[in-house]
Structures are given as C-alpha cells and as structure tokens.
C-alpha cells in the first residue's frame, strides 16, 4: 500500500494506511489527516463527531459545555464548526 502524498506531513500517514488496510474508521481532527482519509474513502470523525455521538448514546447531557471548556484550553476550533455543532446538538 502506498503512503498518502507527501503533502500531507503533520499526522503519521502509518495510521492512515493500517486505517484502509484494516477497513477501520478514524478519529482524527488534523485537516491534512481527515483531506488524506477522504482521498482514500476512509470514514473520519473529530472530537464533535464523538461529543455528538456520546450525547445521542445518553453517555453525556450537553455537548457545547465540553468543547467551550477545551477551547479554554487551547484545542482551536472555528466560530463555525462551534455553531455546526451547537445547530446539531441541539443546544
């Protein structure tokens, strides 16, 4: 199996290639790393993907408390995922 193009350098495309090997989904919030999984048709989630789905699983109550509290603690994340998210969780 052939690496992903090189211009993808900020993740480790060793997990990318065992992911398609493997037929196994990722999680991942690196736009390089996610652009390079969709190139090759594998399924990719970030951290509101995951907060989402635990609310819908009825493991959290509120996802938007959660990623607020990371953004205070540096994970950046634009205006306009945060109001995607707010619109999908429902808050």
């Known amino acids: 199996m052939r690496e992903?193009?090189?211009?993808?350098?900020r993740f480790d495309p060793k997990i990318i290639?065992?992911?398609k090997i493997e037929?196994?989904?990722l999680l991942m919030d690196d736009y390089a790393g996610r652009k390079a999984a969709r190139d090759l048709k594998i399924g990719v989630t970030?951290?509101?993907g995951l907060l989402l789905l635990a609310k819908?699983?009825?493991l959290i109550e509120k996802v938007i408390p959660?990623?607020?509290?990371?953004?205070?603690n540096g994970y950046w994340l634009s205006d306009e995922v945060m109001?995607?998210?707010r619109r999908l969780?429902?808050?």
Request: proline share 3%; hydrophobic share 40%; charged share 30%.
């Open 23 to 25: 037929k196994l989904d």
């Open 17 to 19: 290639g065992l992911a």
């Open 83 to 85: 109001e995607i998210a």
């Open 4 to 9: 992903p193009n090189c211009q993808y350098k």
């Open 89 to 91: 969780a429902g808050e």
């Open 56 to 58: 819908e699983r009825g």
């Open 46 to 48: 970030g951290l509101v």
């Open 66 to 72: 959660l990623i607020e509290e990371i953004r205070l």
